[in-house]
């Protein structure tokens, strides 16, 4: 019998994610699924959404939303109730959704209130911060959800912290919800796009870089760009690396952190700074290959980077990729120039670094699809 999950996307990376996860569910064998599409409307841009159906091939959504930006309860609340007027109609035998945005959560609330299984990629991560939007995000979900996908071993440790504990006797359902390790779909989806964006992408010629020649950067977290005094301190910590490492640094901008700039006025920017768009997946794919290091606040970009085997200097407090800085491969700088700086040059200096292989074989969305296959 055809089984059907209404898939929930919304905000970038979960456009992105949906490509690996999408391209599995169609090839795999044993039951058959059907996946719906939803797209919030979160992010609506065409760099922020557009562009990766196109150049991943993701099939077009079945059910388009247009929530917008706006504050956390408008956003999350208008997703909710459209969202269950959908499931109302289409009665599907799961959900699924990616990460920790709103468009999650709302997502999770309401398909787990009319008792459709929650099934959550990206399960587990915990950054011991509730002042991320994210965090809270997070475990709202993991706790409406039915099957669990984690990524990583230290996330199904949280889960288990947290009293998840399966009963393989008793059948999958949100009082013994399923909780596996599957490895990192964002893994399955650099191995996968990579030879392509070789062959698409010119984003180096277009902007005139030199493989090893630059460093990257990305900056969109809420509390990065709306505190005015960080956005300051990182941008003199970034001045700085431009200073003394001579060459340029291409930061392709979350337009969240372009209104801010563009609103305080008082953000100076090193001539070696390049602010771009925000570019296309396979246009990132290049940077982050080609790039000397990596500076970021991005989950997504702190991965891909380990994924590219370039260092990478988290301005964060804390993380939820955790690994990365245990083996040595990331620092943590916050919004502390003189860390940024110290980041950027113990990365220059060369030292001997490992990648143990903590995001698995670039299959888990085949995981993933094979176990929705045989307990949905
Ligand atoms: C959201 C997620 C965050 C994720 C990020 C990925 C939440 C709470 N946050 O943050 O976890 O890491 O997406 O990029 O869900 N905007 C545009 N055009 C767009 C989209 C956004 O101009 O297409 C601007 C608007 O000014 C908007 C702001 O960006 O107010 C923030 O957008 P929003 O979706 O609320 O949060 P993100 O910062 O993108
Ligand atoms: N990304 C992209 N273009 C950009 C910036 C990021 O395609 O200009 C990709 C990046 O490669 C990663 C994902 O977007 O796969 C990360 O999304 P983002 O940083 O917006 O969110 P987070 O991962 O922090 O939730």
């Known amino acids: 019998m055809?089984?059907?999950?209404?898939?929930?996307?919304?905000?970038?990376?979960?456009?992105?994610?949906?490509?690996?996860?999408?391209?599995?569910?169609?090839?795999?064998?044993?039951?058959?699924?059907?996946?719906?599409?939803?797209?919030?409307?979160?992010?609506?841009?065409?760099?922020?959404?557009?562009?990766?159906?196109?150049?991943?091939?993701?099939?077009?959504?079945?059910?388009?939303?247009?929530?917008?930006?706006?504050?956390?309860?408008?956003?999350?609340?208008?997703?909710?109730?459209?969202?269950?007027?959908?499931?109302?109609d289409l009665r599907p035998d799961g959900l699924l959704v990616y990460g920790d945005t709103n468009s999650t959560l709302a997502g999770a609330l309401a398909a787990a209130k009319m008792h459709i299984p929650v099934i959550h990629i990206e399960a587990g991560l915990r950054s011991f911060n509730k002042n991320m939007p994210e965090e809270i995000n997070r475990i709202c979900t993991d706790h409406t959800s039915t099957f669990l996908f984690a990524p990583t071993a230290t996330a199904v440790k949280n889960l288990e912290n947290e009293g998840f504990a399966f009963d393989g006797n008793k059948p999958v359902s949100i009082d013994n919800p399923l909780v596996k390790h599957t490895g990192d779909i964002m893994y399955d989806n650099s191995l996968y796009f990579a030879s392509m964006a070789e062959e698409k992408s010119s984003v180096l010629e277009q902007n005139g870089l030199k493989k090893d020649g630059f460093l990257l950067c990305t900056i969109h977290r809420d509390f990065n760009t709306d505190n005015e005094e960080r956005l300051q301190n990182i941008f003199s910590g970034l001045n700085e690396v431009c200073s003394v490492s001579?060459?340029?640094?291409?930061?392709?901008?979350?337009?969240?952190?372009?209104?801010?700039?563009?609103?305080?006025?008082r953000i100076n920017v090193h001539k070696n700074i390049r602010i771009i768009e925000p570019v296309s997946f396979f246009d990132m794919i290049m940077l982050e290959k080609y790039c000397r290091m990596i500076i970021t606040d991005s989950g997504g970009v702190q991965k891909e980077a380990y994924f590219f085997r370039k260092g990478c200097v988290v301005l964060r407090p804390e993380t939820e990729w955790v690994e990365i800085m245990e083996t040595g491969n990331g620092v943590l700088a916050d919004a502390d120039p003189q860390k940024i700086l110290e980041g950027y040059r113990h990365f220059s200096a060369g030292h001997e670094r490992n990648y143990p292989s903590i995001y698995g074989n670039g299959k888990a969305a085949e995981d993933i699809s094979k176990t929705i296959r045989k307990h949905l």
């Open 2 to 88: 055809t089984k059907s999950i209404l898939t929930i996307v919304g905000a970038r990376p979960q456009i992105i994610k949906a490509a690996a996860f999408s391209r599995a569910i169609r090839k795999g064998s044993g039951a058959k699924i059907k996946e719906y599409l939803l797209h919030t409307g979160q992010h609506y841009d065409a760099n922020m959404s557009r562009v990766f159906f196109e150049e991943m091939g993701i099939p077009q959504p079945d059910f388009q939303l247009s929530t917008g930006s706006g504050g956390h309860g408008r956003q999350t609340g208008s997703m909710l109730e459209a969202i269950e007027n959908v499931l109302n």
């Open 246 to 265: 001579g060459i340029p640094l291409v930061l392709p901008l979350h337009p969240r952190t372009r209104n801010r700039i563009e609103q305080s006025g």
